[in-house]
């Protein structure tokens, strides 16, 4: 057998387990990137205690709340001007950003409330909550240095969805550390806290006249 031939089936072998160890690496599995996030109830302070001793219980509804679009969306966000937002890579929400801000709204205002059952939307057709917080969110998102961001404007209704003459928009922010999604997901789930004393705040002064209707 001459060297030609032979240096030629040598090579054949190589170049078939090299593709054989390329054929092996395209089929393995691959580590998905994706990772998934969801807000958080924070530890939420107690409230005046003429609140807490009330007798009864009241109902509190908690949505809807409009989120837009380009916010609510499996994507995690990230604001990088006025008009840019960035999807961040392989970042997801585990549910709709919309459940998530009612959800965890409701519980923080559970945890302030001790003395009310707060139901986030949509709540039992049997219940009949005596207030309802609704709204529409502008903003909720971090930005470049990691904070977070809530511009909403809300109002509180009746049992029979008439304004009850309480409402704002609020702009609150929360800071974060920045560095990861993780961290940003926190600071947003703070600055909804935040949201959540300020309208347990609001409710409280709801009281006397509910007592009086009584």
């Not at 998905?32 to 996030?37: N, S, V």
């Not at 459940?99 to 049997?126: K, M, N, Q, T, Y």
């Not at 309480?166 to 929360?174: D, E, F, H, I, N």
């Not at 300020?198 to 002064?205: F, N, Y």
């Amino acid at each position: 057998m001459t060297h030609r031939r032979i240096g030629s089936r040598i090579g054949l072998a190589v170049g078939l387990l090299g593709t054989g160890v390329l054929l092996a690496g395209c089929l393995s599995p691959k580590e998905d990137p994706t990772r998934f996030y969801v807000l958080s109830t924070s530890e939420a302070a107690q409230v005046d205690e003429a609140w807490d001793n009330r007798p009864g219980s009241i109902d509190v509804g908690v949505g809807p709340f409009t989120i837009p679009g380009y916010l609510d969306r499996p994507q995690f966000v990230r604001r990088l001007g006025p008009n840019e937002l960035l999807p961040v890579g392989a970042a997801r929400w585990a549910e709709t950003l919309s459940e998530g801000f009612e959800r965890v709204l409701a519980e923080d205002l559970d945890a302030l409330l001790p003395i009310a059952r707060v139901h986030a939307h949509p709540w039992r057709s049997s219940t009949r909550a005596q207030w309802i917080i609704t709204g529409y969110v502008t903003q909720f998102e971090t930005d470049t240095t990691g904070d977070a961001v809530l511009d909403v404007t809300w109002r509180v209704l009746d049992p029979d969805r008439e304004p009850t003459r309480v409402g704002a928009r609020s702009v609150l922010r929360a800071p974060g550390t920045g560095g990861s999604v993780e961290a940003e997901v926190a600071a947003m789930s703070d600055v909804l806290e935040r949201f959540a004393v300020m309208l347990a705040d609001t409710l409280m002064t709801l009281k006397p006249a509910q007592q009086n209707d009584r």
